[in-house]
């Protein structure tokens, strides 16, 4: 059974920085594509970066462009979302998630799209504070 377990959320200070990490098992993460998503208490859930597996290429939602970035550990099959410079409105749960294929898609083409994924964490808390 896949399993993906974040983790690294809490609470920092508005201008501070996080690091989630997203592991996985039954499932290889390095080389996958691979998407982390948010949703904010009242607020639909909303993707924030993707990797497409195949070729490496990234999508982020306009708002942490330049702040967010992934990144990713083969030995520990873990992927990581470096979030700096981080603001209020980054606060929500964070969640990881990868489609059953893979890397044999063509997903993270445009926008961060919740319907191509098939495996989902169960989310870890962001709280920023002004």
């Known amino acids: 059974e896949v399993q993906l377990v974040e983790s690294g959320g809490g609470l920092v200070q508005a201008g501070g920085s996080l690091r989630l990490s997203c592991a996985a098992s039954?499932?290889?993460?390095?080389?996958?594509?691979i998407g982390w998503f948010r949703q904010a208490p009242g607020k639909e859930r909303e993707g924030v970066l993707c990797i497409r597996g195949s070729d490496g290429s990234t999508n982020y939602v306009d708002s942490v462009k330049g702040r967010f970035t992934i990144s990713s550990d083969s030995a520990k099959n873990t992927v990581y979302l470096q979030m700096n410079s981080l603001k209020s409105e980054d606060s929500a749960v964070y969640y990881c998630?990868?489609?059953?294929?893979?890397?044999?898609?063509?997903?993270?083409?445009?926008?961060?799209?919740?319907?191509?994924?098939?495996?989902w964490g169960q989310g870890t808390q962001v709280t920023v504070s002004s």
């Open positions: 998630a990868v489609p059953r294929s893979g890397s044999m898609n063509s997903y993270c083409s445009g926008r961060v799209v919740s319907y191509e994924y098939d495996y």
């Open positions: 039954e499932f290889t993460l390095v080389g996958s594509t």
